[in-house]
Each structure stands twice: as C-alpha cells, then as structure tokens.
C-alpha cells in the first residue's frame, strides 16, 4: 500500500529554521509530482511548494518564496521541505502529497496524503 510520512515539524522561534522530510513507500517516487500543502485552524489545505517528476522544475507560493526550498532525493524516495526565515503565520499541519496526473498545485487533484506534521512558530 503506498504511504507517506512525514517529519521534522516543531517548534520553533520566529526567524528560525526547519527541515521536513517525506518518506514515500509502494510509491514509484519519480513517476509522481510530489508536493508541500498547509493546513492552518479554521483554514483550507493550501499550496506551499511543488516539484515535479524528476525534478524538472519546482513552484512556491507567493508567501514562500525565497525563504522556502522543496527538493526531492529519488534514490531515497524522500521529499524535503527546507523553511528558513519563518514567521508566525507559517504555523500549521504540513502534509506532502503525490500525483501522478499532469501537474497541478491544487490540493484536490493529489492522490496521495502523509498524516501531516506540525509546525508552530512562535513571535
């Protein structure tokens, strides 16, 4: 069965870093277009950043960008997430997610989900 972990999530002080790692299993990693979603409380799952298979090319979303990294190690079978410079607002469940359509940054189209792993920046 194919499955995702994640970890890394924490707690972490404004302008600190984090790493997540996603681990893909019974999942053929460079046939799919892997991705970073976040999930805030009382808010809908929203893009963070993605890759696309193979590693061809990468997309952030606007609050990301320059202070987030996605990256993918196929020999692994392993997604990273690499958040510098993070705010209080970056707080949130981070969930990786794989496709194997055509590309899309929209949540619903994923079909596969890891459990999430929490990140909490504090001020």
């Known amino acids: 069965q194919s499955q995702l972990v994640e970890s890394g999530g ?3 002080q404004a302008g600190g870093s984090l790493r997540l790692s996603c681990v893909a299993s019974e999942l053929p990693f460079s046939r799919y277009h892997m991705g970073w979603f976040s999930e805030a409380p009382g ?6 950043a993605g890759i696309t ?3 061809e090319s990468t997309h952030y979303a606007d609050s990301v ?3 987030f990294t996605i990256s993918a190690d196929n020999a692994k079978n392993t997604l990273y997430l690499d ?3 993070l705010k209080p ?3 949130a469940v981070y969930y990786c997610a794989a496709r194997f359509g055509y590309y899309s940054t929209a949540a619903k189209w994923y079909d596969y989900w890891g459990q999430g792993t929490q990140v909490t920046v504090s001020s």
């Open 10 to 12: 924490g707690l972490v």
């Open 43 to 48: 808010k809908e799952r929203e893009f963070v």
């Open 89 to 91: 607002e970056d707080s």
């Open 53 to 55: 298979r193979a590693g």
């Open 83 to 85: 958040m510098t410079n």
């Open 65 to 67: 960008k320059g202070r």
